[in-house]
């Protein structure tokens, strides 16, 4: 049985596809590229790819339809190919580099590091640095792919360069500790954190406390700044609720984490990740049928960025129901969206035989 319920990954791109769209109006003719882009936005890729095609045969921009198909490209897992398109995006530059061709190198990185060829992402965050020389950003994911490279030292330095471009940046702070746990350096990275939380001044809000004690493991005083967060009139809910939930989770209080989550549901209901943690509460405590409903109303925001895990574990729920049949058919679907997948394969396999 699938026990994989959730699923992360760092988002690389600056600037969204949207306003990558909005940037095709200097372009005479841009129909096919703009489709493609569309259909992106809709988790369509071979639709796309089939746009960008055309939008090649029709003459259109190679800066963006290359750039758009390279990004179909990816998400259907065939970075081989979006390499080359992403490369053709940056070749057709006139020799001004634009923001659009730092994004597009942004994109080059993650598909080099999705290769396996870390050093060429290296070159590219490089790249990236060498004209803009103060990008955290850069920094941050230089760093990883080091750490990926198995190069710590200057891994590290490249966090420590990123957190004094911006010490204020939490959601930084926590990246690198992520990053660091994952590669076997947990305690450095909590070290990180634990100097944010001693050096803490009146520009720290109550949120940033709670995420800090969240991930230094100090449940009791990460849900108290986090209540308070939660009743503070200008500050963005939704980030704050997830965080309480998860805390709630933590403690295995799914309760309390369900009814965090359906109040602030039933006053806000565009947030998938939130209907994703719901969904994950209402399986631990067997309420399997919820589940599924929270992972659908979830999948209907089509948030390009939390589908994919949304509609695994909208299988999971089916397969601790005990209706593989669904599980199966909805895995068969989910094959044909994401065909890099590979444990989703393994687990389809195993669906067929129950």
């Known amino acids: 049985m699938m026990r994989r319920m959730g699923r992360a990954r760092i988002v690389i791109s600056a600037i969204t596809l949207s306003i990558l769209c909005s940037g095709c109006s200097a372009v005479a003719n841009h129909d096919n590229t703009d489709s493609g882009l569309a259909y992106i936005e809709t988790l369509e890729y071979e639709n796309a790819l089939e746009s960008f095609n055309k939008a090649i045969e029709a003459g259109e921009d190679d800066g963006l339809l290359y750039r758009g198909l390279g990004i179909a490209y990816m998400k259907l897992g065939r970075y081989e190919e979006a390499k080359e398109a992403l490369l053709k995006s940056l070749e057709s530059s006139n020799g001004i580099i634009s923001s659009m061709d730092f994004d597009t190198n942004y994109y080059l990185a993650d598909c080099y590091s999705s290769l396996g060829d870390y050093e060429s992402a290296e070159n590219t965050y490089n790249a990236i640095l060498n004209l803009h020389p103060n990008d955290k950003d850069a920094y941050y994911l230089r760093g990883v792919a080091r750490l990926k490279e198995g190069n710590h030292d200057d891994a590290y330095a490249d966090f420590m360069k990123s957190i ?13 500790y992520k990053a660091l746990a994952d590669y076997g350096y947990e305690e450095e990275g909590l070290a990180i954190l634990q100097d944010a939380m001693d050096n803490a001044d009146q520009y720290m809000s109550n949120y940033e406390k709670g995420q800090i004690s969240y991930y230094l493991g100090n449940n009791a ?16 809910k939704a980030p704050v609720v997830l965080l309480l939930g998860l805390t709630a989770q933590k403690q295995g209080d799914y309760n309390y984490a369900v009814s965090v989550y359906k109040s602030f549901l039933e006053n806000d209901s565009e947030h998938a990740d939130i209907y994703n943690q719901l969904g994950l509460c209402q399986i631990q405590m067997g309420d399997y049928e919820g589940a599924a409903e929270s992972f659908d109303a979830g999948i209907a925001l089509n948030d390009s960025s939390i589908t994919q895990t949304l509609q695994l574990n909208k299988i999971t729920a089916y397969e601790y129901k005990g209706d593989f049949a669904t599980a199966k058919s909805l895995m068969e679907q989910y094959i044909q969206s994401y065909p890099d997948d590979a444990d989703a394969a393994r687990e389809y396999v195993f669906l067929s035989t129950r």
């Open 221 to 236: 005083e990460a849900q108290n700044y986090l209540e308070q967060a939660r009743s503070e009139r200008d500050t963005e």
């Open 164 to 176: 004094s471009l911006d010490s204020r940046d939490i959601d930084t702070l926590v990246m690198i």
